[in-house]
Nanobody, 116 residues
Framework: QVQLVESGGGLVQPGGSLRLSCVAS????????MFWYRQAPGKERELVAS????????NYLDSVKGRFTISRDNAENTVYLQMNNLKPDDTAVYYC?????????WGQGTQVTVSS
């Protein structure tokens, strides 16, 4: 059974940091590109960051460049999103997604709230 389980969200003050994790199971993680998306209330889901299968290629939403870092550990079947200097506009539910030959899989999301 395919599963993507996100964790690490929470409430943080502006300027703070969080590290999101997404643990995968039920498929060959190393063969899948991984993505972090977010969806704020009343807004469409947007792509925040992506990473290729061997972690050489990464891409970021312009508004998070220099603040967020995506990484992966294929031995642990985990993708991370390190988020620094968080802003209120970063408040959203964050989802991880896996894309590969076997299909597209989504996690259930983790809430990130940036507020003083």
């Amino acid at each position: 059974q395919v599963q993507l389980v996100e964790s690490g969200g929470g409430l943080v003050q502006p300027g703070g940091s969080l590290r999101l994790s997404c643990v995968a199971s039920g498929f060959t993680f190393s063969n899948y590109a991984m993505f972090w998306y977010r969806q704020a209330p009343g807004k469409e889901r947007e792509l925040v960051a992506s990473i290729g299968t061997v972690a050489v290629s990464t891409n970021y939403l312009d508004s998070v460049k220099g603040r967020f870092t995506i990484s992966r550990d294929n031995a642990e079947n985990t993708v991370y999103l390190q988020m620094n200097n968080l802003k209120p506009d970063d408040t959203a539910v964050y989802y991880c997604k896996a894309t590969g030959f076997g299909g597209v899989f989504w996690g259930q999301g983790t809430q990130v709230t940036v507020s003083s």
